[in-house]
Every structure is written in C-alpha cells, then in structure tokens.
C-alpha cells in the first residue's frame, strides 16, 4: 500500500487543477489586454485610461471586454511612434552582472528617447535619469533602475522626485 503522505488526496490534486485554471485564466487576460491596449494606443492613438478590475468583464464566450469608457485618452501619432521606440529599446536593452539596468549605450539612446517624449528632468539630476524614467513607468518594476534610482515612488531616490515635466498625452499610460 501507498504511504497515506506521499500519496496526493483527491482534495490536492483538484487545489493544483483549480490553480493551474487561474494561471491559465491570468494569462489569459494578460494576453487580451496587452493585445486591446497595444492595439488602441499604437493603432489608433485612443484608449481607455482607467482600466482596474471593476472596468473588466468576462463575455458568456470567454472573452473579455472593458466598460465604463469615462476616461479615455489620445495620444499623437509622433510620441506614439516615440513610446514604440522607446519600449523596443528597452526590450533590446543589454544586462550584464555588471550593469544590471542596462549597458551604458542602451541607456543613453533610452535616455535620448525620454527626451524625446518630452521628459524634462531636474539639472542636477543624472544623465541616465531619463533612461530611469522610462524603465520605471514602462518596463517591469521590479527592474533594476540606473544611476542608483529605486522603483518606490514614494522614495526619496525615486526617479519621480527628479521629473520637472512629463509629456500630457502620456499621462495616463504608464
């Protein structure tokens, strides 16, 4: 016979089903939305700017669908063209152990891209502090930042406390 403590109850192996349902459920929103928002703010320059749980619905075929259209922004065709760049640059950007936000090349055209979006940063602040800028609002936050910026906004080596201007019609994105 089986030990009763190696072998999986009915109860746990129905806990893992109904977890891997949920992931695949996650991922699967994940993809949608990615996919709606990618396709209103690149496409079409429109999209809905207040996108929490409660604006979300789940249709009876499985699909997802987004409701209260209230608060919706636009953004130009040449930030639009400017955020792509700036999110292929930092897809492509280079890790090393020794430079875990990025290597200093791919960091400075990220930083010349934020410039480019219109992000005015303090003076005094570093060189990579727009490069900073853009890994905080559109990449993972739990990315490694430059230039000793941390992802807290509310800490005082946030990048936040460094911005002087941001861009109007990309308020709402990130």
Not at 8 to 21: E, G, K, L, W, Y
Not at 27 to 35: C, G, Q
Not at 105 to 113: F, N, P, S
Not at 157 to 169: C, G, I, M, V
Request: overall charge negative; proline content about 7%.
């Amino acid at each position: 016979a089986a030990d009763d403590a190696t072998t999986p109850s009915a109860s746990s192996a129905s806990d893992t089903v109904s977890a891997a349902r949920r992931v695949a459920g996650g991922v699967l929103l994940l993809d949608a939305l990615t996919e709606a928002f990618g396709r209103c703010i690149f496409e079409t320059g429109f999209f809905h700017a207040d996108p929490h749980p409660g604006n979300l619905v789940v249709l009876e075929d499985g699909r997802f669908g987004l409701i209260d259209y209230g608060q919706v922004k636009q953004i130009s065709g040449k930030s639009r063209a400017t955020l792509a760049r700036v999110i292929v640059a930092l897809a492509d950007r280079r890790k090393t152990a020794a430079h875990p936000a990025g290597l200093v090349e791919d960091l400075a055209a990220i930083a010349d891209l934020g410039i480019e979006l219109g992000v005015t940063l303090d003076p005094a602040a570093p060189v990579e502090g727009p490069a900073a800028v853009a890994i905080w609002l559109f990449d993972d936050a739990n990315e490694p930042l430059p230039a000793g910026y941390v992802q807290n906004e509310l800490a005082p080596a946030s990048p936040a406390n460094a911005l002087k201007a941001f861009p109007q019609d990309l308020v709402l994105v990130a």
